[in-house]
């Protein structure tokens, strides 16, 4: 299952969500200039991030993603965790960028 969350108060912040069973987050990539990550072991990843799911663990563990994703355009980051999750029916968005 693959969903688009947008800040209502940040418009920045964008969150893609690749999820089986409809609660467990395979993959998930966190967008925006106030974004942040606190690791279950208390230290922080300040920016823009990419959790995927490790056994045991879930999604708690993230890890920056400065040149996996086209930061500047959320909709081309879309479409680049889309090809990351190897989804291969995408669906067709319309429209101006979420930021």
Not at 56 to 73: E, I, M, R
Request: include cysteine; glycine fraction near 8%.
């Amino acid at each position: 299952m693959l969903d688009v969350y947008r800040g209502r108060i940040d418009l920045s912040k964008v969150t893609y969500n690749n999820r089986a069973h409809q609660v467990v987050v395979l993959v998930r990539l966190d967008l925006g200039s106030g974004v942040s990550h606190r690791y279950p072991d208390s230290q922080e990843i300040v920016g823009p991030h990419l959790h995927v799911y490790l056994g045991g663990y879930g999604d708690k563990w993230a890890q920056p993603v400065w040149n996996l994703f086209d930061l500047s355009n959320p909709l081309k980051a879309l479409d680049d965790f889309m090809r990351l999750c190897n989804i291969t029916r995408p669906p067709l968005v319309e429209g101006r960028p979420l930021m």
